[in-house]
């Protein structure tokens, strides 16, 4: 595809839910990251996957949250029994290894309810 | 630790003014700096990417420089417009860590017709 693709694009859940957040990277990029952006405040790094390497898990602010990226391409953040504290915009951005400039997705906006 | 520092935090400007938004960061040891553009309710779209050995960048009626000494890269944009208001974020990426992408908080700026 053109760019990144995240979905859904928003996504309502009631405090206690799992949800799942998809991002597809750009076509070639074998770097991945998910941000997290809470209201009035700046992004907040998640978790990286780069190749076949193992992830970077450090921003990942607890157990209830898990990434995956299946075959290199393909990632899945699940959020477990989720807390009003989750509400935020998920971004997931890729980048080529080499230039490292991040290319964004539009965002899942997701609200615990 | 890296922080990135975004001055002003807010501009309002009348459309046609040439303006500057400054960004500076602790730690100078830094893999490259990125600029992005954040629409009210969408992701990032990236405009500028400096590496560490570049002075400046251009892009249409942007322009970034870097000053890795002092640790500071500024945004210029010339003859601006209402359709760039928008809020506008540096992030750079450390040596040591080159995928981690850490944000200033950002500068929201807004051209009156």
């Known amino acids: 595809g053109a760019g990144v693709s995240q979905s859904p694009s928003n996504k309502v859940t009631e405090k206690g839910k799992d949800v799942e957040l998809r991002c597809d990277p750009i076509?070639?990029?074998?770097?991945l990251y998910w941000y997290r952006q809470s209201l009035g405040q700046g992004l907040e790094f998640l978790i990286y996957?780069?190749?076949?390497?193992?992830?970077?898990k450090s921003g990942l602010p607890s157990d209830r949250f898990s990434a995956e990226r299946t075959g290199g391409s393909v990632s899945t953040l699940t959020i477990q029994r989720t807390q009003q504290e989750d509400s935020a915009v998920y971004l997931c951005?890729?980048?080529?290894?080499?230039?490292?400039?991040?290319?964004f997705g539009q965002g899942t906006r997701l609200t615990v309810v | 630790k890296q922080e990135v520092t975004q001055i002003p935090a807010a501009l309002s400007v009348p459309e046609g003014e040439n303006l500057v938004l400054n960004c500076s960061f602790t730690?100078?040891?830094?893999?490259?700096l990125q600029w992005f553009r954040q629409d009210p309710g969408k992701g990032l779209t990236s405009l500028l990417l400096?590496?560490?050995?570049?002075r400046e960048q251009t892009s249409g009626r942007l322009n970034a420089s870097l000053d890795k000494s002092s640790g500071r890269s500024t945004l210029y944009i010339a003859a601006s417009q209402p359709g760039d208001s928008a809020t506008y974020l540096c992030?750079?990426?450390?040596?040591?860590?080159?995928?981690?992408?850490?944000f200033g908080s950002g500068t929201r700026l807004l051209v009156r017709p």
């Open positions: 951005a890729s980048s080529l290894v080499g230039t490292e400039e991040a290319f």
């Open positions: 076509s070639g990029h074998t770097a």
């Open positions: 996957f780069q190749g076949n390497s193992a992830p970077d």
């Open positions: 730690d100078s040891a830094i893999y490259n």
């Open positions: 400096i590496q560490s050995s570049q």
């Open positions: 992030a750079v990426r450390r040596m040591d860590s080159s995928y981690k992408l850490i």
